[in-house]
Structures are given as structure tokens and as C-alpha cells.
């Protein structure tokens, strides 16, 4: 897991990643805090982490012993108190939805607590192992990979990584 971890955030911040290795700081100081890390890599490298454990753990006799069916629910931009201030800020909402595409907008909080309920509930019993995405189409817009750069987010990167 770590090494995949590792491999995504190289592909990732590859004119950072170049600039630590060759040892230098400075110009990786500057590429990090000039934007040149993408802003949801952490965000997609851990939401895939939790993917892995969960396929991982679900058959484990720790859990299976117990009648413990493990899932993880993995929801996109949902409207609630914490991204209340981007869904209600239209400039924001879009720069959002560009970096991190959703077929059918925001969500809503039911959405996603009618799948926890359905998935901790007692009409649950054959599902476990899952990682199931509440994001509007995100998942299946973007595959297994990171999310495509706008092009204007791109060439920000692309320039920042060439001074490395």
C-alpha cells in the first residue's frame, strides 16, 4: 500500500518529486507553495487507501467471525456544513466541479445516509468488501486514475514543474 501511495503522489508532483530527490529544497519549497501539488492528490491517494483496506479486512476472520460485513461508503461533493461554503459560493462551486467533475452536481446528506443505512442495516447481508462511491457519476467519469487537471491547471503545473 505504501508503495502504491508513493507511486501515485510521484506521478502526481512529478517536477516536486524531482526536486526532493536532486536535493533541491528550495525550488521544492517553492513548487509546494506555489500550487504545484494538485489539491486533491491526498485527498484521492487516502480515499483509495481506505478502498484497499476495506477489500482487504472484509474477509478477515476478525471480522467475518463476528457476522461484521466492512464497506465504506466514499461520497463526492455533498451539501452539507463543511462544504456548504463552496456549494453556496458559485465561483467556487464551479473551480470544484471542474477539478473534480460530478455527472449529476451535489449531493445531498440523504444520499449518502440511505446507502450507511442500507449498508449497517439487516437488509444487508451478502454485501461486504465494497467501497461504494455517492459522487454523482465522479467515479465513473474519472476510472481508477486521478482526476484529469483542467487545462488551465495543468499549464499552472506544468510550468511550475519545468523551473524544477
Known amino acids: 500500500m505504501a508503495l502504491s501511495s508513493i507511486a501515485m503522489l510521484r506521478q502526481a508532483h512529478a517536477?516536486?518529486?524531482?526536486?526532493?530527490?536532486?536535493?533541491?529544497?528550495?525550488?521544492?519549497?517553492?513548487?509546494?507553495?506555489?500550487?504545484g501539488l494538485h489539491p486533491r492528490t491526498a485527498y484521492e491517494t487516502t480515499k483509495r487507501a481506505v478502498s484497499v483496506w476495506i477489500r482487504h479486512q472484509a474477509l478477515q476472520d476478525r471480522w467475518v467471525r463476528h457476522g461484521v460485513l466492512l464497506n465504506a461508503v466514499a461520497p463526492g461533493i455533498i451539501d452539507t456544513p463543511l462544504t456548504r461554503h463552496i456549494v453556496q459560493d458559485r465561483q467556487a462551486l464551479d473551480m470544484a466541479l471542474e477539478r473534480a467533475p460530478q455527472a449529476l452536481g451535489v449531493?445531498?446528506?440523504?444520499?449518502?445516509?440511505?446507502?450507511?443505512?442500507?449498508?449497517?442495516g439487516p437488509a444487508n447481508g451478502f454485501?461486504?468488501?465494497?467501497?461504494?462511491?455517492?459522487?454523482?457519476?465522479?467515479?465513473?467519469q474519472v476510472g481508477a486514475g486521478l482526476p484529469a487537471l483542467s487545462a488551465r491547471a495543468q499549464a499552472d503545473y506544468d510550468a511550475l514543474a519545468s523551473r524544477a
Request: glycine content about 14%.
Open 15 to 35: 517536477g516536486l518529486y524531482a526536486a526532493c530527490l536532486d536535493g533541491r529544497r528550495a525550488d521544492a519549497l517553492d513548487l509546494a507553495r506555489a500550487g
Open 127 to 140: 454485501i461486504t468488501g465494497q467501497t461504494i462511491f455517492v459522487d454523482g457519476g465522479h467515479e465513473a
Open 107 to 120: 449531493g445531498r446528506p440523504e444520499h449518502v445516509a440511505a446507502l450507511a443505512a442500507f449498508l449497517a
